[in-house]
């Protein structure tokens, strides 16, 4: 059980360092405090995102009425009338314009995001309320046909390095297939003789926030996010502990006894999954403290800061795993800080990403903390629960599991087997 | 059973292409306290880290109690660093505790162990105290005292008594002596301090620049260099040395003269009664001296007429 001893020495260390041990339990809520403050409104009402629309559509002909529409137009006044549920606030600000118009209002920030309409959006629309009365009229006929094939493509254009932008896409992706579900219902709807259904009529969509989220300021978009960072940047602190452990010559010492690398880092998770443990259950009560608008009440935090702590516990490992290859922990912080802000955009902090391929494979997919914000957000923004979750948090704690023994291994084979 | 407790054969390491230590073989015998002497930078450290494994030699072999390096019992080797290597937020008991369980030392032989190191190192009333709250001493004693807590047949001491006011470094040789008298137990240490080296080992290593110089008892050292007093000069003006070593040598049953950093450094028996002819000898080349002293023969004047150089600080 020399692991046990080492968790203890680990423990009472940290206890006793009261002065490091502050900040790393301020750095959470001063953190969790700037993000609210800069992102939560603050009791303010909600602003609009500045949303710029480009549109190249051409006008269709419904073959019911033979009216001519460009549905284009019609999902810019759509975006245009959209307002956060009981508000009078738009959620966005749409002014049209050209192109390049568009791309140089986002490289100077002064818009959000830019919304590209295709030329054959209308087609693609209008095939897709075609391929809807098919499958409503003749739904066996429909099965045996193949789906149209007139794909049109909205580009949702912007700065993916503005946190605005992942905060507008976001909101663009919900409403655009939001608007797609409303065509084909509305569309079956009609077919099925809904009195007063018109093609005008049907398009007119209500664009609602999706469920829960109607109150929601950026910053409850971006808490989930944010915690995952927090807990992060624990790798760097963990890394920097275990570097001074060489740097005071007390990893030799240890060294030369019986303990093995095992010992020492199982040891050493312990007392820190225990500052995890306090740093969530810090970053949970700050954030709602502030005003974080979350679903699902108690239970909801509970099973957050389950998820948060195996987050954290990954982080632990990524931490063992930066200490196998610094020499002192000016280089841990650094070599931390490196590899954890990069990670924390790979992983979707910040606002959702698609995987992130390298060579073809899904490479944040690996990563543990993509899975701790599906299920944060799962969880906190969405309102899910264990069977929402239980998914990213299995591939969670697997992943964790295997950074850890990959922690195990380098550090035992670079740091406490004799210098070549 | 092997008749010598530790064996360097021929070992080398080298850093970036210097040798730190070059081609050293010696061998320990059990229960003695073995001596590395030598200057900074001369090789100590670099040796005794490959003879606990912490450092893999560039080439050679060392074997402890008959077995390679790689086989041997890491409990049976206890190392005291020339660094304080304690944990400053741990208590001495604690510190104790924890390396006592490292070496998986049964909980109820811990507990008497850790009593009588904290007794024989007086440190029993400091037992509940944090480390980062001890003296400077305290902690050298303690540092010595994580080294030996589980018994080791072997204890490492690499400069123990570094930086140690009088009173502490007359507890550490007391200590060291008992390791060796009571529990017998091999001792090998490192130090650049000759009253050290001379009065605690029975044998000595003269190393410098990575190489094994001389290897004998701290008796037989003396005696190979001859008998005789020291006489050291210091000359109003250094230039005149050459001149006065030349006069200096051709005088009867003067043993050596050498200029050691700017001293003149002359061995001679009965050197107290050459005194008159000394200075005579002086005046004749129209040269003023500064300063003169006589002392005993030590293991420094070994190194000296071994390397031409005193042992650098």
Request: proline fraction near 4%; charged fraction near 20%.
């Amino acid at each position: 059980m020399k692991f046990f001893s080492i968790a203890i020495k680990d423990l009472k260390e940290l206890v006793r360092d009261r002065k490091g041990l502050f900040f790393i339990m301020l750095f959470p809520v001063f953190f969790m405090l700037v993000f609210g403050f800069a992102f939560g409104g603050m009791g303010e009402s909600n602003t609009p995102h500045k949303l710029a629309i480009v549109n190249y559509d051409k006008p269709v002909t419904l073959p019911t009425t033979g009216e001519s529409v460009n549905f284009g137009n019609n999902l810019t006044q759509l975006l245009e009338d959209a307002k956060y549920e009981d508000s009078d606030v738009h959620l966005f600000n749409v002014t049209k314009m050209s192109e390049n118009e568009a791309d140089e209002l986002l490289k100077s920030r002064d818009i959000d995001a830019a919304l590209i309409i295709p030329d054959n959006f209308s087609e693609s629309v209008l095939a897709l309320i075609n391929h809807t009365i098919m499958t409503t009229t003749n739904p066996l006929a429909a099965s045996e046909s193949t789906p149209p094939d007139a794909t049109s493509t909205l580009i949702i254009r912007g700065d993916t390095g503005f946190m605005n932008f992942g905060v507008s896409q976001s909101i663009l992706v919900g409403v655009l297939a939001q608007y797609q579900d409303e065509i084909v219902i509305h569309t079956q709807n009609a077919v099925r003789g809904t009195p007063g259904t018109q093609p005008t009529v049907f398009l007119n969509s209500k664009v609602e926030p999706i469920e829960g989220t109607q109150n929601f300021t950026t910053f409850d978009f971006i808490a989930p996010g944010m915690i995952v960072f927090a807990i992060l940047l624990l790798a760097t602190a963990v890394a920097a502990s275990l570097t001074r452990e060489v740097e005071t010559g007390t990893l030799a010492r240890l060294k030369l006894s019986k303990m093995r690398g095992f010992d020492l880092l199982f040891g050493g998770l312990i007392p820190w999954s225990l500052v995890v443990v306090v740093q969530v259950i810090i970053l949970l009560v700050v954030a709602v403290a502030i005003g974080f608008h979350w679903q699902g009440g108690i239970n909801s935090l509970l099973w957050s800061l389950l998820v948060g702590v195996i987050g954290g516990i990954a982080s632990i490992a990524l931490g063992m795993i930066i200490a196998a290859f610094v020499q002192n922990d000016r280089q841990a912080v650094n070599l931390g800080t490196l590899i954890t802000v990069p990670m924390s955009f790979l992983v979707g902090a910040f606002y959702p990403l698609p995987d992130v391929e390298i060579l073809g494979v899904p490479f944040n997919a690996f990563l543990p903390w993509t899975h701790t914000v599906k299920a944060l957000t799962s969880l906190l923004t969405y309102g899910g629960g264990w069977n929402e979750i239980a998914y990213p948090v299995v591939v969670s704690v697997i992943l964790t599991v295997i950074l850890f023994a990959i922690g195990v291994v380098v550090f035992s084979k670079n740091r406490l087997k004799a210098e070549n | 059973m092997a008749d010598y407790i530790i064996e360097t054969q021929d070992i080398t390491r080298e850093f970036d292409g210097f040798k730190a230590v070059d081609g050293l073989s010696l061998q320990i015998k059990k229960g003695e306290v073995f001596g590395f002497l030598g200057p900074n930078g001369a090789g100590k450290t670099t040796s005794i880290n490959m003879m606990v494994g912490l450092l893999k030699p560039t080439s050679g072999q060392v074997i402890i109690d008959g077995q390679d390096m790689e086989k041997f019992d890491k409990a049976a080797i206890g190392v005291c660093p020339q660094e304080i290597v304690l944990w400053d937020n741990l208590t001495c008991q604690e510190c104790f505790k924890l390396m006592g369980d490292m070496y998986e030392v049964p909980k109820d032989v811990l507990k008497q162990r850790i009593g009588k190191l904290l007794e024989d190192l007086f440190l029993t009333d400091k037992a509940n105290v944090l480390v980062r709250n001890l003296s400077g001493g305290m902690k050298r004693r303690l540092n010595l005292a994580l080294a030996v807590v589980h018994q080791p047949e072997i204890v490492l001491l690499d400069e123990p008594s570094e930086g140690l006011d009088p009173q502490s470094r007359r507890v550490l040789w007391e200590y060291i002596i008992s390791l060796r008298d009571d529990e017998g137990k091999t001792v090998i240490l490192t130090t650049h301090l000759m009253d050290e080296a001379d009065r605690l080992s029975d044998r000595v290593a003269i190393i410098d620049h990575g190489k094994l110089l001389k290897l004998d008892t701290p008796e037989n050292l003396k005696k190979e260099i001859g008998g005789g007093d020291i006489v050291e000069i210091t000359l109003t003006d250094a230039l005149m040395n050459g001149k006065v070593i030349g006069k200096l040598e051709e005088m009867e049953n003067v043993l050596s003269v050498l200029e050691v950093e700017g001293i003149i450094n002359l061995r001679a028996l009965n050197a107290v009664g050459k005194l008159p002819k000394i200075m005579d000898g002086i005046e004749e080349v129209g040269a003023r001296m500064a300063d003169l002293s006589v002392r005993q023969n030590t293991l420094e004047d070994v190194f000296i007429d071994l390397t031409g150089t005193r042992l650098r600080e």
